[in-house]
């Protein structure tokens, strides 16, 4: 691209100066004429708080920054080597045959399992070769390096940060030999500094700002590159990943591959904009688009974006134009490009340009007649690529086909760190909240790894409810973190982080909210370890429910501020759930969390804070202090009826149980403070002993966890009961805002009395 033609991309107003004069400093000479302002027009007030000037200022700097990113690509397109070029070659060479070999081994039904051909899928990379050059510059090929999240595919930059087709093969065939061992089609080895990508394609880049803000915190300058098609850029959590980067100035490189189609929708229903690069305005970084089939334009946009990304100058954007030159998948080929009378969707006009612009076609003719590789150079490429897809077959043809073995390991990640091994001796009288503050407190001082992100975590609140209060003085702006109101971005940077190694606590304003960050908790977290083997060791904090308890001063949290969120995520497995009744139980609860290797939502019932009941103390132990997960307890042993509850609900239990004591029944009531893991023989044995069960949660009724125990009960107890299992719960309705009506909808203790009074007397 010269000087021209990048000019009418982005400042055509400067095509006069540099049809005079092309020169670095004559442009920028002539750019800094055109856009000066008067002493008088810069003083003018646009609105309280911003002049004209200042605002000149900074349109002026992100110009400046353009025309100048524009000169340095140049120069670094320019230094390039010869041997860099053979390698880019080789590299391209190598993933199309690989490409090829696969398309072939699908779409011919090479591959079959229980004597049936297996149809796995296949999406191929072909025409998107130049991707290369993105790795080119990058500290490639160790964890430790530079990280890379591609496309599905992206097997050209996946070869050429690990330089292993047959990992690639073996990933997308399904069979034994690649770290997914089957249970994934996805390709990449993080070890190998390729983060794998996932379906739900804003996954990788939410996790990408993770594990660069880790690299932050630790003072690395290691960069993240994030890989993106122009159909997954309108994703909301790529926009928020983007914008949470922005804002902390991680050191990222976000690529929008526009390839043209997404499925069998064109690039032109996505945006109402030209070009994709010109969104980076709006998050405050810079953006530029390039030939998306020039490996070495690409080489030179991802080396000035680490380069700056380095000099903490935060993320850039780079738009790659290109084109799929084959379908979405290989069953979409026909649709693709029509076959017989099926007209396929395929524009003939983009086709026949982009064919003229295939991007290996294009660099052997460069590189052959810049002299950096001649036709017997090229011959001898090609009959290694050969040699190596002979090798691939082979492997795929030897490797096993996983086992029962593989479809159940790895759920959950062990423990590795040892439980204290004594109890603290020392207490203090204290509430809900300020309990799960000193847990949040201890573990930042005993573990550096730990730290703390949400919204307004670290501002003048500390949380919506204050519990993170101080925090931020304590440990600084680094490990107290204030985020934008985004919590797809919250949790998908948590995810990352604790990849990582660090052991990040990420707190939902309410319990509610953290629907909008499903993805990021269902689709990653609770994945990512039975995927591919990663640890995902972090704690999701989600203040519950409604103002149960009398004297609650937080009422009317209504339909959005009041939901009990466990059913949606008690069916996960890789999720870990906590809901801690008690202050020493929230304590030493959130401490067992923070040491766990797994996804931990630990749900706080906020009807139980200091703030509702600043009169409800209780001692809990100062110092290194755990409950297990996994473990309940009786909170009051009885023959009658067995009480089954957690959280908020175990008060509402023990006061329905003293009510009855006065009518002779013997209420047991037991309180299960983790949800996931289960404890199972708490539960059998005691309903072993009272013949009857009441499952008593602040949840709706319909799917929850109350429907999972009186299933388990009815497989492992069926003839130790004497009545039905029943439930005490919420309705099944939206949470109400009017006072009465929270009080109507809440279940409480008169509930209890009245369905454990008709058990016994059946």
């Known amino acids: 691209m010269d000087v021209l033609e990048f000019l009418?991309?982005?400042?055509?107003?400067?095509?006069?100066?540099?049809?005079?004069?092309?020169?670095?400093?004559?442009?920028?000479?002539?750019?800094?004429?055109a856009v000066s302002l008067r002493e008088e027009e810069a003083a003018r007030?646009?609105?309280?708080?911003?002049?004209?000037?200042?605002?000149?200022?900074?349109?002026?700097?992100?110009?400046?920054?353009l025309l100048e990113g524009y000169y340095r690509?140049?120069?670094?397109?320019?230094?390039?080597?010869?041997?860099?070029?053979?390698?880019?070659?080789?590299?391209?060479?190598?993933?199309?045959?690989?490409?090829?070999?696969?398309?072939?081994?699908?779409?011919?039904?090479?591959?079959?399992?229980?004597?049936?051909?297996?149809?796995?899928?296949?999406?191929?990379g072909f025409g998107q070769e130049a991707v290369v050059g993105l790795a080119l510059r990058l500290r490639r090929g160790s964890e430790q390096g530079d990280?890379?999240?591609?496309?599905?595919?992206?097997?050209?930059?996946?070869?050429m940060y690990t330089d292993d087709p047959e990992a690639v093969a073996l990933s997308q065939v399904g069979k034994k030999g690649s770290i997914f061992d089957g249970r994934d089609l996805h390709t990449g080895n993080l070890a190998k500094g390729v983060l794998p990508p996932t379906a739900p394609l804003a996954i990788g880049t939410q996790t990408l700002i993770g594990l660069a803000y880790a690299a932050k915190l630790r003072g690395e300058d290691r960069v993240f590159l994030s890989i993106m098609g122009e159909g997954g850029s309108s994703l909301g959590e790529w926009h928020e990943a983007i914008n949470f980067a922005a804002v902390q100035r991680l050191n990222m490189i976000f690529v929008i591959e526009n390839n043209h189609w997404a499925l069998g929708t064109h690039w032109t229903e996505q945006t109402a904009a030209p070009r994709f690069a010109l969104k980076a305005a709006g998050y405050g970084i810079p953006g530029v688009t390039v030939f998306g089939n020039d490996p070495d334009e690409v080489a030179a946009a991802s080396a000035w974006a680490a380069e700056r990304a380095?000099?903490?100058?935060?993320?850039?954007?780079?738009?790659?134009?290109?084109?799929?030159?084959?379908?979405?998948?290989?069953?979409?080929?026909?649709?693709?490009?029509?076959?017989?009378a099926l007209k396929g969707y395929e524009i003939p006009e983009e086709k026949a340009l982009w064919e003229a612009a295939d991007p290996l076609a294009l660099?052997?003719?460069?590189?052959?007649?810049?002299?950096?590789?001649?036709?017997?150079?090229?011959?001898?490429?090609?009959i290694e690529v050969a040699g190596r897809i002979v090798g691939v077959a082979q492997a795929v043809e030897a490797a096993p086909w996983p086992t029962k073995a593989d479809l159940s390991d790895r759920v959950y990640a062990v423990r590795t760190e040892p439980p204290p091994t004594t109890v603290p001796a020392q207490t203090k009288q204290m509430t809900y909240?300020?309990?799960?503050?000193?847990?949040?407190?201890?573990?930042?001082?005993?573990?550096?790894?730990?730290?703390?992100?949400?919204?307004?975590?670290?501002?003048?609140?500390?949380?919506?409810?204050?519990?993170?209060?101080?925090?931020?003085?304590?440990?600084?702006?680094?490990?107290?973190?204030?985020?934008?109101?985004?919590?797809?971005?919250?949790?998908?940077?948590?995810?990352?982080?604790?990849m990582a190694g660090l052991r990040p606590i990420a707190e939902m304003q309410f319990a509610d909210f953290v629907a909008c960050g499903f993805n990021a908790l269902v689709n990653n977290a609770a994945k990512t370890h039975w995927r591919f083997g990663r640890a995902v060791p972090m704690v999701v904090r989600l203040p519950y429910g409604g103002a149960t308890g009398s004297g609650a001063r937080l009422m009317s949290g209504g339909p959005f501020h009041s939901q009990c969120p466990e059913a949606w995520f008690f069916r996960t497995p890789g999720l870990k759930i906590v809901a801690p009744s008690t202050p020493a139980d929230a304590k030493g609860l959130l401490t067992a969390a923070l040491r766990d290797n797994n996804p931990v939502l630990f749900l706080e019932a906020k009807g139980l804070y200091g703030m509702n009941h600043p009169d409800r103390l209780e001692s809990v132990p100062l110092g290194d202090y755990e409950v297990p997960l996994g473990k309940g307890v009786v909170r009051r042993p009885g023959k009658d009826v067995s009480v089954v509850s957690y959280g908020a609900m175990v008060s509402v239990a023990l006061t329905a149980a003293e009510q009855l004591a006065?009518?002779?029944?013997?209420?047991?009531?037991?309180?299960?403070?983790?949800?996931?893991?289960?404890?199972?023989?708490?539960?059998?044995?005691?309903?072993?002993?009272t013949h009857r069960a009441l499952i008593v949660h602040e949840d709706t009724r319909r799917g929850g966890v109350g429907a999972e125990l009186s299933a388990i009960l009815a497989e492992k107890a069926i003839f130790e009961l004497e009545a039905p299992v029943m439930r005490v719960t919420a309705p099944d309705m939206p949470s109400p805002y009017s006072p009465p009506l929270e009080t109507l909808y809440l279940p409480g203790a008169g509930d209890v009395v009245a369905a454990a009074r008709s058990m016994v007397e059946r």
Not at 53 to 61: C, E, L, V
């Open 363 to 382: 660099y052997e003719k460069r590189l052959m007649e810049t002299g950096v590789l001649d036709e017997a150079a090229i011959e001898q490429v090609r």
């Open 662 to 689: 006065a009518e002779g029944v013997d209420l047991e009531v037991l309180d299960l403070r983790t949800l996931q893991p289960l404890d199972e023989d708490l539960l059998l044995a005691s309903v072993a002993k």
């Open 8 to 33: 009418a991309l982005e400042c055509p107003f400067l095509i006069p100066a540099a049809r005079r004069d092309p020169s670095r400093d004559a442009v920028l000479k002539a750019f800094e004429d």
């Open 433 to 498: 909240d300020e309990a799960i503050r000193l847990a949040m407190v201890e573990a930042m001082e005993r573990d550096p790894r730990v730290f703390v992100l949400g919204e307004d975590v670290g501002g003048r609140y500390g949380g919506a409810f204050g519990v993170t209060r101080g925090l931020v003085k304590q440990f600084g702006a680094g490990r107290c973190l204030n985020t934008p109101i985004s919590e797809s971005a919250i949790l998908g940077c948590a995810v990352g982080a604790a």
């Open 310 to 340: 380095r000099k903490g100058k935060g993320p850039a954007l780079l738009e790659l134009v290109t084109y799929r030159r084959s379908g979405h998948a290989h069953h979409d080929d026909p649709r693709f490009h029509g076959a017989g």
């Open 73 to 124: 690509r140049q120069d670094l397109k320019a230094a390039i080597s010869a041997d860099e070029r053979r390698l880019m070659f080789r590299v391209m060479t190598l993933s199309r045959a690989l490409d090829a070999y696969l398309a072939r081994l699908f779409l011919e039904k090479k591959i079959s399992w229980g004597g049936h051909a297996s149809p796995q899928k296949g999406f191929r």
């Open 147 to 159: 990280i890379a999240c591609p496309l599905i595919r992206g097997l050209p930059l996946t070869l």
């Open 45 to 65: 007030p646009i609105y309280p708080g911003a002049t004209a000037g200042a605002a000149a200022d900074w349109s002026r700097s992100a110009l400046r920054e």
